[in-house]
């Protein structure tokens, strides 16, 4: 038995493997057309193989065109997004990590209850909730303004949830009994003791929250109509509609500024990825513990 155990191992590890190739090619490919798009001018995007460069070298062009267009409106488009999804990602791993930590290690009436209420909220798509928001902030005046989408990029359920769990297996409740004993308070436990040991799982609700935040599309696009509010995924689309509904307007053909647009959107998320994954991966390892 030992021997066929043996025998069959390389076979379920090729298998993986070229299940793993494929899901890798299969994510990679549309990132390379995207790269290879944004090289060409809008001629060479119809008549050219899809992966690979087209007549020409055009990046550099297409870049220029894509911030000078319309006085730089992508530069403010990118400056709203990078707004929104600073001060609402950290702010939702700020609000998460608290609350996560509270719903873990203190016992308090309706503890239960408020979890459940989070669960709950985890299975509601935030579409869903998109319309409401907006009848809710038009009341209080707060529709076609950055607070619209900054508020409800607070509130993160997952995000509770994930630290929830993380906090009952990361930080011992023995250390929080010494803490309490050496005559620590609770608030400053948490900010030299627990949030060093929470670090990792805040880091992985932080990125969570960053890429949501980042691709946050249905919402702003009901709540906001000034352009200059807009985040990069409703000022694309504007783009994309002009594209797609005229081959030109005025001298300007939209497609490459569309596909160069969209290339430059993803590279900060790409970089905050590659600089937190490490923290990143011992978050997911860690938020996996069962209780």
Do not use: C
């Not at 600089?275 to 860690?286: H, K, N, V």
């Amino acid at each position: 038995m030992t021997a066929r155990a043996r025998r069959r191992r390389p076979a379920g590890s090729t298998a993986l493997t070229g299940v793993m190739l494929l899901m890798l090619v299969y994510t990679l490919l549309p990132l390379l057309w995207l790269v290879m798009s944004s090289t060409k001018d809008s001629a060479s995007l119809f008549d050219s193989f899809g992966l690979w460069f087209g007549h020409g070298f055009h990046l550099f062009q297409n870049v220029h065109d894509v911030v000078t267009y319309d006085g730089g409106i992508y530069l403010r488009w990118f400056g709203n997004t990078v707004l929104y999804s600073v001060l609402g990602a950290g702010g939702a791993a700020v609000i998460s990590t608290a609350g996560g930590y509270a719903l873990a290690k203190y016992e308090f009436r309706g503890r239960r209850l408020i979890f459940a209420v989070v669960l709950g909220a985890v299975t509601i798509p935030g579409t869903a909730l998109a319309v409401p928001t907006y009848l809710l902030f038009s009341k209080v005046g707060l529709v076609d303004s950055p607070w619209a989408v900054l508020i409800p990029s607070l509130a993160s359920p997952f995000g509770l949830y994930l630290m929830r769990v993380y906090a009952l297996g990361a930080v011992p409740d023995s250390m929080l009994e010494a803490a309490r004993i050496d005559g620590s308070g609770e608030l400053r436990t948490f900010f030299t003791i627990s949030l060093r040991l929470l670090a990792p799982g805040f880091v992985t609700v932080l990125l969570f929250s960053l890429v949501a935040t980042w691709n946050n599309y249905f919402l702003p696009l009901i709540v906001l109509s000034d352009p200059q509010w807009f985040p990069l995924t409703v000022g694309l689309n504007q783009w994309n509609s002009l594209a797609t509904g005229a081959s030109s307007v005025g001298t300007t053909n939209f497609y490459p500024l569309v596909i160069t647009g969209s290339l430059l959107a993803i590279v900060p998320l790409v970089l905050a990825f590659l600089f937190l994954q490490r923290f990143w991966q011992s978050g997911l390892a860690a938020g996996s513990v069962k209780e």
